[in-house]
């Protein structure tokens, strides 16, 4: 287990969301192991010794937009609500905890809250996400937390600007010093199209890979797959995207075996992709602006509440068609499809985006990055027209 | 009373006195309902023989019941397993519990033996015993059929009057209370079926908070594979597992002997929808409708039952299997132990049972005689008798289900760790190490298992407790059943709340089997799995397990219970401590 703790507290680094040195992971076999900041370690070992779950990671957040959103939030309020597919499904919603109703020794607070949320926000600590069965499990709740806030706090700036001292100030650093330019280049992919089974599987691994190494995704979730002959070579549900190797499935497309039941929950919206286009790969990630864009709408006296299941309507974006619809079952696979064959590229309301190639994944990367980019490209000439300007 | 109504209906079938009796609020709180309830209920009984007259046979439904939360319209059937000596508890879902909620109960605790057969008979507020003479003898359906028009039934067949040590209760719907043969504590009361019907409905203290959370857990089934994905059980049923655990490697095939059998395709979930026509069937009120049939309404065999009576016989026609595993419907039999125990014979006498004559052995067991008399005792016993113990693949006397325990380590632990014996459900580790939800697990290391056991079988108290399916948590969590709970019952619960309840109930249970004699010499899989390999192959190597790995991680396990090295409680005042 002690492996598990340095190779998720690594991952918190390579991916960027955790300040280094400002990392605690703590894990529960018969006794309790952690690593990391010795005060952020006590406090982790603390909370954990209240729950009844395996992992915590505690960490400070590389932006600080998860405190920015506690300070920000009305004096009543205890818990973010951000509206994202990933988090409306699986965390519902963030509580939080605020710097000066910390007690002297806050676990015992914490623990309760984690008691019943996967993730907590403590200002000026930071995010603290439990594990139930393994420390990956703490690190992709952490991830989740740390994408939803990041998605939300963006949706909040466009609305209401900054309102903290120094808030302007850390959205500029963030501006110049986190965020980086978003490219394929250096990448090299195969040209397609793949029949090769070997070939095929070492595709996918390394192009999943890619999509986590370029930031397309939070925490590694996304799902990718190509289609050779009667199968779909899909990553598995849960699978961490930058570690495919043996976590794809072959699944076939008259479903004459059901081996793939542990494929990606999108099987489905793939599966209608490769059927109703000439695509040969699906890629799917969760790029943060895009996630971002896709639910400002500027719709007005728009009957619909639940626009994220239930928008019937197909919005363009930067060339890029945007729909609703919820994961797995519940949608998206019926409303990708139609829009996506001709510009190869489709937004889900909240939720990611999906990109097809004809041939190889070069295609399919590319229009990630492009569309990615014009999101982000977008969202700043927004802030700028609002005169927010970081 | 939100969530609960309070009541439990004691039934002394020895006086022929039935009465209504309040279970106090705090017991509620404290166990929920289900098994936490029927296993609260046992405390003053827990050391008499399964077949003694004052044995309860306790039917508890949970605080869920009765309201629209997913899978929730389920009971537990609680007594003291004849085939285990263990405590017992089995889940069943079907109309039978949202109709004992709807007569106003929350339990039915039956204790005596009537002296001739009876029936009991719910209808709201009123009780009755009715003569069963002329039920006596009848098969399930049958007596089912002469039970219409009152209400829902559940009812033992042949088997359970007959004493079959795996006898299972069926529910009218064919829903069956299975392992553990608390359908021959039934039939040792010459209770031959309950039937209940009630007009009551179950408030909800919060309804839009209620409606809020089950919006959440569709939501999370939507997006569960397992669950309505194109490959998942809404679809192909538990078979859907059978094509997975041969690509895994971990198919049990002739007794344990090997983990792959060559012709399991015949039986996969496609094959069994596209020979049978399968359409959607399945618990009262569940979403999933993981369970399929014929047109006709012929229950068609889930997961293990397919896989028992095919690779653990060695059986590859399809239409076999189905026939066996309606025979055990009809006569009222465990089809893992059924299978598992014919698996057993078969290896000691050097031939597995054919598929002709599988129906002809199945219908001795029920009836006790000839072969059918070693049969009906289940694989521990008979083996015993055949002077080859070893040759029983079950764990405290209940036959392991269909996933080697060579092929997912959590599995292996799990088995020995459950409190009912060899049950794959306890802890379904199945989740994690194959189904990767709600992460997945390195299935070959016992790194964190003893914790992660120990987790899950707490949760899953809690869940048997609610009482909820298991099925639902491949895709929703503890999180959102805590939400439901709480905008039902008016009170607050939280999943870590929930747990600690379920840590309970699995120590009372624990508490129970020590006191009956149970050790950690009885937390140990057959010999079999230590010694020889698995089917490796296609780069799946599948060794023995390792013991001292094993047991190392068993002592963890130990520890993290508060246990002894010996499995065994070291304060002597845990159960008087207990609400
Ligand atoms: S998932 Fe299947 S077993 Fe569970 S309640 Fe639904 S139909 Fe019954």
Redesign the pocket.
Known sequence: MKDQIAKYAGKLLADRSALAGRIAIAANDDVLLADGDPALVRLAGSVLDRLNCLSLVVASPAVPFADFLVARAPAGDCAIVPRDTETRTFLHDIPFLRANDLEADPAARIAQLLGSRKGVVVEGVGIIASGALTVEQAYINYSSVFHATFVKYLEDLLVEGFRLPGEKEAFAAFRTGWLRPLTAEGLVFRPGPLSNPDEILDEVTTVGRYTVERGLVDSFFGNISCRSGDLIYISQTAASLDELSGCIDPVSFGNTSTTGITASSELAAHRRIFETSDAAVILHGHPKFAVVMSMLCEEEGCPVTDCWKDCPKVRIMGGTPVVAGEIGAGGLAKRVPPVIAGPGRAMVYGHGVFTIGRTGFAEAFNALVEVENWCRTEYFRRLALQGITG | MHGWTGTILKVDLTVGRIWREEIPAELLHAYLGGRGLGVRLMRDYFRLDPFDPEMPLIFAVGPLCGTPA??A??LAVVSRSPLTGTICDCSA??RFAWRLKAAGLDALFITGQSPTPVALAIDGDSAELLPADTLWGMEVKESVHALAGHGSVATIGPAGENGVLFANIIMGEG?SVGRGGLGAVMGAKRLKAVTVDGAGIVSLADAERFEHARRDVMRLFSASPV?FGELG??RF??PALVDLMRQRRMAPTENFRKTVFPASGNYSGPAILRDYQAKN???F???????KSTPQGEHLPEYESVSHFGALNGISSLAAIVKANTICNDLGMDTITAAATLSAWGEIRGRFPSAEEVPALLRAAAGRYGDGGLLSLGSRRLTEQLGRPDLSMSVKGLELPAYDPRGAYGMALAYCTSNRGGCHLRAYPISHEILRKPVPTDRFSFSGKARIIKIAEDTNAAVDSLV?????FLGATLEEYAELLSATTGTEFTPQNLKEIGEQIYLTERWYNCENGFTSADDRLPERFYAEPGSSGEGIEVPPIDRARFAEELQKYYRIRGLTPEGTFSDPTYLVRQP
Request: aromatic share 4%; charged share 15%.
């Open positions: 997913p899978t319209a389920r879902g079907g829903n669950i059980i809404a049923g538990t069937d399945g618990c009120g569940c979403p999933i409708q993981c369970k909820a399916c298991k099925f639902s």
